[in-house]
């Protein structure tokens, strides 16, 4: 793959969507829950995608064609704007992506793909863990360690700069004792957050010298 595609594949993988690795680790992780029914457990479900190398299996491959996504707001017209950083991180992608302009349209929509493939992943985690009795007692945490260009700026993956859509990323939560919202919360919150906003769910006391707060 890694001969074939260097970054990017621009048609749907030779395999099928139970060979990605979602699929897979969710398979595992259901397999090992129903082994700690008996028991408190902390469970961390960490997918590699959405990722480079760009690539996913049919169904997904064809969800988002490229002509059926919205444009980008942004365009390496806009570099200039940015700073030498962005023009640099836009030199060295184009040495490794020659053809990115010209193939971003489809990137976008393997990226898109890789995203559908988690959220349907995560639906069958959850449900599974209803299945097997333990959705009323578990705390579920989303989130994601960064966002990726996607194409605002003719730039893929990430690099240069704090951008929206770098930094603004979804953190979720939901299960036992959370009431869910109707629309989303602003405030500004931090993965550092997570560990203490757990402790405080638990009744357990915040660790002397925890950066971040409980969100509880």
């Not at 699929?23 to 129903?34: G, S």
């Not at 029914?37 to 960490?46: G, L, P, Q, T």
């Not at 169904?59 to 200039?80: C, G, H, V």
């Not at 690099?159 to 919202?181: D, F, K, S």
Request: proline share 8%; net charge neutral; aromatic share 10%.
């Amino acid at each position: 793959l890694n001969n074939k595609a260097r970054g990017q594949y621009l048609e749907a993988t030779p395999f099928p969507a139970e060979a990605q690795n979602p699929v897979k680790m969710v398979t595992k992780a259901l397999a090992w829950a129903e082994q700690q029914k008996d028991s408190a457990f902390f469970m961390w479900v960490s997918m590699p995608e959405p990722h480079n190398p760009y690539q996913i299996s049919e169904p997904y491959f064809s969800m988002f064609s490229p002509e059926k996504i919205p444009a980008t707001l942004t365009s390496r017209n806009d570099l200039s704007k940015k700073g030498n950083k962005y023009e640099i991180l836009a030199e060295l992608e184009d040495t490794a992506c020659p053809n990115l302009a010209k193939d971003l349209p489809r990137l976008r929509g393997n990226y898109l793909g890789m995203l559908r493939l988690i959220d349907d992943q995560t639906k069958r985690l959850i449900e599974g863990f209803k299945a097997a009795g333990l959705y009323e007692n578990t705390i579920f945490v989303i989130l994601s360690d960064h966002g990726d260009y996607c194409g605002e700026y003719g730039l893929i993956r990430k690099g240069a700069g704090v951008p929206e859509c770098l930094t603004r990323i979804p953190m979720i939560w939901a299960g036992y004792n959370i009431h869910p919202q109707k629309s989303p919360m602003d405030a500004h919150v931090s993965i550092a957050d997570v560990f203490p906003t757990i402790c405080t769910a638990i009744g357990a006391d915040i660790p002397l010298g925890v950066q971040g707060r409980s969100l509880w």
